[in-house]
């Protein structure tokens, strides 16, 4: 049983491209999210789906774009990287709208020079 | 809005010590509330919940218990070990459906022996 699976695991980019951030979870979740965390700043919510057909933002959405390709993946795009995304990122799943907690994957570190 | 905070770190202890991590909390209604557990490198395991007022919630020693009167969810373990140490994080779910897990920002303990 995989759980949620991220890849890729690192990634560094170059100011100005773009890349997507692939989740998929295996559990028959409902809800999906996408955080990123920072030193000293905990995690921050990005985006979320909590539904299949549906994504809202979250405490940081400015510069990223998701989409929620079916039940199982949820993907998180960055179109034009900044050195301020420099972050690691981390995609979680849960059962209805998440309230006996997610299960999250093992993050993907992120770095844009 | 809601929002948890939890006590700075770092936590430093000695093998065998008594661990109270603190964590306050504000929000409308009955929230749910959680404690994650981080290690280097990896993802964020769920390391107890609690669902209502009164609950504790327990797993592999630690303890918190959901205080409604005092808004509080303080994580504790009678003896703790090396293998303890970790990045923990306090959360909490709001009760309006569609919101996320809203995390404090950490807490870092290192035990030493």
């Known amino acids: 049983n995989a759980g949620v699976t991220q890849t890729p695991k690192f990634q560094v980019l170059k100011t100005g491209q773009s890349m997507t951030l692939q989740c998929a979870q295996d559990m028959n979740h409902n809800s999906m999210y996408w955080y990123r965390q920072d030193p000293g700043m905990g995690l921050r919510l990005i985006y979320y789906?909590?539904?299949?057909?549906?994504?809202d933002k979250g405490e940081v959405p400015n510069g990223y774009n998701v989409s929620r390709l079916n039940k199982r993946e949820f993907s998180l795009r960055l179109e034009s990287a900044a050195p301020s995304q420099t972050s690691v990122y981390f995609c979680a799943s849960g059962v209805r709208d998440g309230s006996y907690g997610y299960t999250f994957g093992s993050g993907t570190r992120l770095t844009v020079v | 809005g809601d929002s948890v905070t939890q006590m700075e770190g770092p936590v430093t202890l000695s093998e065998e010590a008594f661990l109270t991590i603190n964590c306050t909390y504000t929000?409308?209604?009955?929230?749910?509330l959680f404690w994650y557990v981080q290690y280097p490198g990896e993802g964020l395991q769920l390391l107890l919940k609690a669902t209502k007022a009164d609950d504790k919630g327990s797993n592999k020693g630690f303890e918190a218990t959901y205080r409604k009167e005092t808004t509080s969810f303080h994580l504790e373990k009678g003896s703790v070990q090396v293998s303890d140490s970790a990045v923990y994080f306090c959360?909490?779910?709001?009760?309006?459906?569609?919101?996320?897990?809203?995390f404090g920002k950490g807490t870092t303990l290192s035990v030493s022996s």
């Open positions: 959360a909490l779910k709001g009760f309006q459906a569609g919101t996320a897990l809203i």
């Open positions: 789906s909590a539904s299949e057909g549906t994504t």
């Open positions: 929000a409308t209604g009955y929230p749910s």
